[in-house]
């Protein structure tokens, strides 16, 4: 399970996203089947992209599929409660899940905000840090070189 790996201190770097980081330190486990690399780093790195990964190879689709209904709960409705409840026994959550998960976002990225641009952890450290400033793209295209 390395989606998630970026946001650890020994895998995290000073200016990648997380998921980068992430997909990068599957892609150096992976060395050995060279044939795998590609499709777990574009699942890893793309896994908080929605509206991609679906229309990719099927590894980094159910990657994506995987993520957003543990974290998300987004296609919870489409399972029934054994087949969730046998999940959670296999893989137990934590009494304060939610909370917790948005917590090891925000360890994982609160030394790095600048990567948050264009992506849902901004969210996470507007949570965490009320005077935090997202960037705007917008603003971006109007403070670019370009006269118009």
């Keep these: 399970m390395f989606h998630d790996v970026g946001l650890m201190p020994s895998h995290s770097s000073a200016d990648l996203r997380f998921e980068v980081d992430g997909a990068n330190a599957a892609r150096d486990f992976l060395k050995s089947t060279p044939s795998d690399i590609e499709k777990v780093w574009a699942g890893i790195a793309l896994h908080t992209t929605p509206g991609v990964p679906e229309f990719m190879h099927p590894v980094i689709a159910l990657t994506t599929a995987g993520v957003e209904m543990d974290v998300l709960g987004l296609t919870y409705d489409q399972y029934t409660d ?44 507007a949570d965490k840090e009320p005077h935090f400033h997202r960037g705007n793209f917008c603003s971006v295209i109007r403070c670019s070189g370009w006269k118009a």
């Design 82 to 125: 054994d087949l969730r409840e046998a999940v959670v026994s296999a893989f137990p959550r934590t009494t304060k899940f939610k909370e917790d998960i948005i917590e090891a976002f925000y360890d994982g990225i609160k030394h790095k905000p600048g990567t948050t641009f264009g992506n849902v952890k901004a969210d996470v450290i």
